[in-house]
């Protein structure tokens, strides 16, 4: 059917505009772009030709594809060119009135079989179908950013689009290389209402100074493998689409979590819309480049000699973190005395790290007598006395307050008067555990991810009664451990659950809704966002439990209407569907 479609059009040349038309010329289709004025166009064209070339720079296309594929789109400021189209898709800003308006003067021009798509964010489609004479001709075809680049468009059904359309505007998104989505008329879709909110909260962290841009980045990046940080990605998108978008999310669900936050709407008034105009969350080298001026940031500065003095790290607990650290730590060359509950326990982990260490000697990344060395370096034990010569104490037991007190208390006691005592908690207050010792100055989160082998995130965890210099001291031997450290305030989730967790419950309740199914959830966020993986498999795989007990904590600690846990995940945990750890969860195992 998609061979009746040869000519597409596109309304706006902007961020989304040009990209949707580079992604229909490769694909062979003729394209006609219109743009308000000469020198919009010729802006517009320029942003085509120049993400072209950086494809044919990075060996995506070929040179000879590129100048076809160019030669195949007309700029143009009038509609006449319009009358031949098969297809027409706008990417004008996200107004309401203005789409509307468009689409009245493209419906009195188009030929009648010609399919109109919206490719807004937030707006409802039946809005802009009812201002046409072919309201069942008409369709969302949202593509995401970089348009070239996300495989994934949602396709936007509304009440009234025949399923003709449907089809062959989803054998269309194919021929462009997309995966479509299909998912019915409401604010936001599927990845945007998951995405947006996720955004919202970050831009709120910066606004209340809880930490800097660059380690909210940071954290989503090397802790949840993201491809880009939340704030670089809304310089993306566009400070002024963001605005339109969370308001637009925010009128139809009156939730706050969608109220932008005050900050966007003070970078909008001030012109600062992100890439598009050089400056956003970040200062561009100029309009529309990717490349950030430098900042003078350069992560926190640690004076001279910070953490020289730790030569020999302490590990309570035998558990998967536990281990993880006490490979890392011999790996960066310390000495490592673990303390296990029981002798079996200690041999279990003696095995455990021994094994892991021979993976990294079968891939090549260890030789046999780095492997001798490091494992050398480990000396396990069921004594809590072992800790009266470390020099740092990294406590990684199960996550129960009152255990971790009592554990604090006793090591305040064993350990030197200058040892620096660290817990791996990720729910629960640092602080608590400081107050149970006699040098809360001393005391300090890290927060290392699973498996702490190989995720590079550290976030320290600094409570009131911190000082600067464990903080430092902390930072330099997580830095030795080849970690990238982040430092964030003790507040519930710091960084990347307090982002990550709302996220995950949303989804949730996306799918207890009714609205869209957990694969056609996961797909969207992979392709859509370049996350490594969707919502649901990564719940599946942190387990339904511990995830409860992540949002349990976070409701309590903000009491955001919108972060109380989803029913259904309460439900499954009842029920023992705990993820991949039981053979099922969201998905069966
Ligand atoms: N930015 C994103 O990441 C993203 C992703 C998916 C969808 N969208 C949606 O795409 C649409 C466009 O957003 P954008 O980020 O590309 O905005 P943008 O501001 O970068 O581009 C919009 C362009 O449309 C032009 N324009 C306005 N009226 C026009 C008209 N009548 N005829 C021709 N051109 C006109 C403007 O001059 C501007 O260049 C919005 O609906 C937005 O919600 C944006």
């Known amino acids: 059917m998609t061979d009746q479609i040869t000519t597409v059009g596109v309304i706006g040349c902007g961020t989304m ?22 020198d919009a166009i010729e802006a517009g064209l320029a942003r085509i030709r120049q993400s072209m070339d950086r494809a044919v720079d990075k060996g995506k ?3 000879g594809d590129r100048d076809t594929a160019f030669g195949r789109i007309k700029g143009t400021t009038s509609y006449d060119d319009f009358k031949t189209c098969d297809v027409v898709i706008e990417a004008v800003p996200e107004k309401l009135d203005a789409k509307q308006e468009l689409f009245r003067s493209l419906d009195s021009l188009l030929p009648p079989h010609a399919i109109l798509a919206t490719n807004t964010s937030s707006l409802p489609v039946i809005e802009m179908a009812v ?17 070239p680049v996300m495989g994934l468009v949602e396709l936007v059904k509304t009440v009234v689009t025949d399923g ?16 479509p989505v299909v998912c019915g008329d409401r604010a936001g879709f599927i990845a945007n209402l998951l995405l947006f909110p996720y955004l919202n909260n970050a831009a709120k962290m910066v606004e209340s100074g809880f930490a800097t841009r660059e380690d909210i980045d940071a954290a989503m990046q090397f802790g949840c493998g993201h491809p880009m940080g939340p704030l670089a990605l809304l310089d993306l998108i566009g400070l002024d689409s963001t605005f339109e978008i969370l308001d637009a999310m925010y009128r139809q669900f009156r939730e706050t979590v969608y109220a932008p ?5 003070q970078f909008v008034t001030a012109g600062f819309l992100g890439r598009k105009t050089a400056r ?15 900042s003078g940031h350069h992560g926190r500065e640690l004076p001279a000699g910070a953490g ?37 326990r200690t041999s279990e982990s003696q095995a455990k790290i021994a094994k892991s260490l021979g993976k990294a000697v079968e891939r090549g990344k260890m030789t046999q007598e780095q492997l001798d060395a490091t494992l050398g370096l480990v000396e396990t034990t069921t004594e809590m006395n072992a800790f009266s010569d470390c020099d740092l104490i990294i406590e990684g037991i199960a996550e129960e307050l009152d255990i971790k007190v009592e554990h604090f208390r006793q090591l305040d006691a064993i350990a030197p008067e200058h040892a620096i005592i660290a817990s791996t908690t990720s729910s629960l207050p640092v602080v608590a555990l400081a107050a149970a010792t006699n040098r809360p100055e001393q005391v300090v989160g890290m927060h290392f991810f699973n498996p702490a082998q190989v995720m590079k995130l550290v976030e320290v965890v600094r409570t009131v009664r911190t000082s600067e210099e464990t903080v430092d001291a902390v930072f330099a031997a997580g830095k030795k451990m080849g970690k990238h450290c982040v430092v964030c305030p003790d507040r519930a989730g710091f960084i990347v659950n307090a982002l990550l967790f709302p996220y995950l419950n949303d989804a949730v309740k996306m799918l207890e809704s009714g609205y869209a199914t957990a694969e056609d959830i996961d797909s969207a966020m992979k392709l859509g966002c370049g996350h490594p993986m969707g919502p649901f498999a990564l719940l599946d795989i942190v387990g339904l439990d511990v995830s409860l007990q992540i949002i349990n904590s976070l409701y309590e600690e903000f009491r955001e209407p919108g972060y109380a846990a989803a029913p259904l995940l309460e439900h499954l945990v009842h029920a023992g569907y705990l993820g991949r750890k039981s053979g099922r969860g969201f998905f069966t195992y």
């Open 280 to 294: 956003g969350f970040y200062p561009y080298e100029e309009s529309g480049s990717p490349r950030v001026k430098e």
């Open 261 to 265: 936050a005050p900050l966007i709407r």
């Open 164 to 179: 003709d359309v449907l089809d062959m505007s989803k054998n269309f998104a194919g021929t462009l290389g997309k995966t």
């Open 17 to 38: 505009g040009s990209g949707i038309a580079e992604v229909c010329a490769r694909a062979g289709y003729t394209v006609v772009v219109r743009e308000i004025d000469g």
């Open 131 to 147: 201002q046409t004479g072919r309201p069942s001709r008409v369709v969302g075809l949202h593509f995401f950013n970089p348009a």
């Open 61 to 63: 296309l070929e040179a």
């Open 308 to 344: 020289s003095h730790i030569r020999k790290i302490g590990v309570l607990g035998s558990g998967t973190m536990a281990n993880g650290i006490a490979e890392v730590a011999a790996k960066a060359g310390y000495q490592v005395v673990l303390r296990a509950r029981s002798k079996q």
